[in-house]
């Protein structure tokens, strides 16, 4: 019988690099799966439908929603739904792999429900001011989207005492060593 995978939630604020660190695990470390979340957001310049994002319509979420397919879902900074199918998080954990959610904070705290044995890691910046700065760079929000991820940032930060482990993200090799080696050691 195969053994069954580890589910990692990584949650923290917008532009921590979450993304980024998943990526980075997923292509250099092997038995590593990266689920894809579905969201109502429309696709930003260079994101893949399936391989970035699942791009669905209002509709088309609220139906995964009430069909129970999603293990957990949120609305984020009062705009936009993402959530993580359950389909293939069972499927990849099914085949022994690793399965990485790469999600909003709300969200990490239903997986840990759902999900009893899941490891909640939370990413933090280095600091608040490079958050801003990573924010900035990123360059896909205006202004006022901006300072609302910023004061949900806030929030966010708030919560990191209630997960099993806290990394920060100040270099992405380093902290994806770390995300690695505490999947392995739980």
């Known amino acids: 019988m195969t053994q069954l995978g580890k589910l990692i939630v990584m949650a923290g604020p ?5 993304g980024t660190l998943a990526k980075f695990i997923v292509d250099n470390y092997q038995g590593f799966h990266l689920s894809v979340s579905a969201t109502t957001r429309p696709a930003r310049s260079g994101e893949v439908d399936g391989v970035s994002y699942l791009f ?16 957990e879902w949120a609305t984020v900074h ?8 359950r389909e293939g998080v069972d499927k990849a954990l099914e085949q022994g792999l690793n399965v990485l959610l790469e999600i909003d904070v709300q969200g990490a705290f239903q997986v840990k429900e ?5 490891v909640l890691v939370f990413v933090k910046p280095p600091s608040f001011e490079e958050l801003r700065n990573r924010l900035d760079k990123r360059g896909t ?3 006022k989207e901006k300072q609302i991820r910023l004061e949900t940032a806030e929030v966010e930060l708030a919560q990191a005492e209630f997960f099993d482990f806290v990394v920060i993200n100040d270099e992405v090799a380093r902290c994806a060593q770390e995300v690695v080696d505490l999947s392995q050691s739980t």
Not at 14 to 18: I, N, T
Not at 114 to 118: D, L, M, N, V
């Open 14 to 18: 917008s532009a921590v690099g979450k």
């Open 56 to 71: 669905v319509s209002d509709a088309e979420f609220t139906e995964m929603v009430a069909a129970g397919q999603m293990l």
């Open 78 to 85: 009062g705009k936009h739904s993402y959530g993580t199918p």
């Open 114 to 118: 759902a999900f009893p044995g899941s």
């Open 141 to 143: 929000e205006s202004e």
